[in-house]
């Protein structure tokens, strides 16, 4: 039976011994090349592991990540809003199914991995466990969580497995999108009534903190990184990017005439990084461990539409088979 991150088509490399030799050799030279390696290629069990588990994840969080702005698509301020936030959300329907997509190459079917999703068994970003309040609340979503979303996938564009590097190409573009569109959402509350900038400052507070803690917990307690780093999966540390990330946002912020929710943001002339101040990792584990706002929630909803799903999955099955029947016949 296949494990959460073990592909389920018979794929690991002892059944294969007598490659083991040449392929781990070949491996190495790709790697070492800043190459790519491609589904048919031999590759370490741990590296074909650590790829499934990163790309569901990755997936799985597209896919839970519609639904807390899928949530104000009929709530939106006036069409124009709402025609954007709907292309966003199939925007991150589309990322989920390139991400499964890239996963199945690996070996582990879609169907697996979903059944983990829906057991409770899979991990997705914990930012998606908070809620989407109101309207401000949609424009940091896309301005911050898009904007995390960009810093980390960006660098995955060059990451060595060539599946997931290619979806992140087309990800990175669209999410560059989502991010402008978040922006010009509190850009415009932040230029209206006094209690509209209000609702946009509460925003920002909320979505700070949970959005700088989607790079994951800080490199000493990080547990899959330096491997990672040296299969050239992981391009920059956890930390790298979160510091990344606030240098871009401190700078933005101005713009919107707001402030960020930390005192102790300060560029360090010496190192030539950003400091932020302490982060609530509690918080942040809590959450992981399903003890979030909106986990249950979520993961409920998420049942509920797959359940109401099942007659275009059954209907999709059919059309195959009748087609697959038709191209016997001829
Ligand atoms: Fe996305
Ligand atoms: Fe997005």
């Not at 959402?185 to 932040?190: D, K, N, R, Y």
């Not at 979505?207 to 899959?224: E, I, V």
């Not at 050239?232 to 930390?239: A, E, G, L, P």
């Not at 713009?255 to 960020?260: E, I, K, R």
Request: some cysteine; hydrophobic content about 40%.
């Amino acid at each position: 039976m296949a494990t959460q991150d073990s592909p389920d088509r018979g794929l690991e490399n002892a059944d294969r011994p007598d490659l083991a030799e040449a392929g781990q050799a070949s491996f190495d030279k790709i790697i070492a090349a800043d190459s790519r390696i491609e589904p048919g290629d031999w590759m370490p069990d741990a590296y074909r592991k650590t790829l499934i588990r990163q790309i569901s994840q990755h997936a799985h969080s597209e896919i839970i990540g519609m639904q807390p702005e899928g949530n104000w698509i009929s709530r939106a301020p006036s069409l124009k809003r709402k025609a954007i936030l709907m292309a966003k959300v199939q925007d991150e329907a589309g990322h989920g199914l390139y991400l499964y997509s890239a996963a199945e190459t690996l070996g582990i079917s879609r169907d697996v991995l979903n059944d983990q999703l829906l057991a409770g068994k899979a991990r997705y970003s914990s930012i998606f466990n908070y809620p989407a309040r109101n309207w401000a609340d949609v424009g940091a979503i896309g301005w911050l969580v898009d904007g995390a979303a960009i810093c980390n996938q960006v660098p995955l564009c060059r990451v060595s497995f060539g599946p997931y590097g290619r979806a992140m190409v087309r990800v990175c573009k669209e999410e560059s999108f989502h991010q402008r569109q978040g922006f010009e959402i509190l850009l415009e509350l932040a230029n209206g009534t006094k209690a509209q900038k209000q609702m946009a400052q509460d925003a920002v507070n909320s979505f700070y903190s949970p959005a700088l803690m989607m790079f994951g917990p800080p490199d000493s307690d990080s547990a899959h990184s330096s491997q990672s780093i040296s299969w050239n999966i992981k391009r920059f540390s956890n930390d790298e990017l979160r510091q990344r990330f606030v240098g871009m946002i401190v700078e933005q912020v101005k713009v919107l005439g707001l402030t960020l929710p930390d005192h102790d943001i300060k560029f360090n002339e010496e190192t030539g990084k950003w400091e932020y101040g302490e982060l609530d990792w509690d918080e942040f584990n809590e959450v992981l461990a399903g003890r979030g706002p909106c986990n249950a929630q979520r993961l409920a909803h998420r049942r509920e539409a797959h359940k109401n799903g099942a007659w275009v999955r059954e209907a999709a099955a059919a059309y195959a088979a009748k087609k697959a029947k038709k191209e016997q016949v001829a």
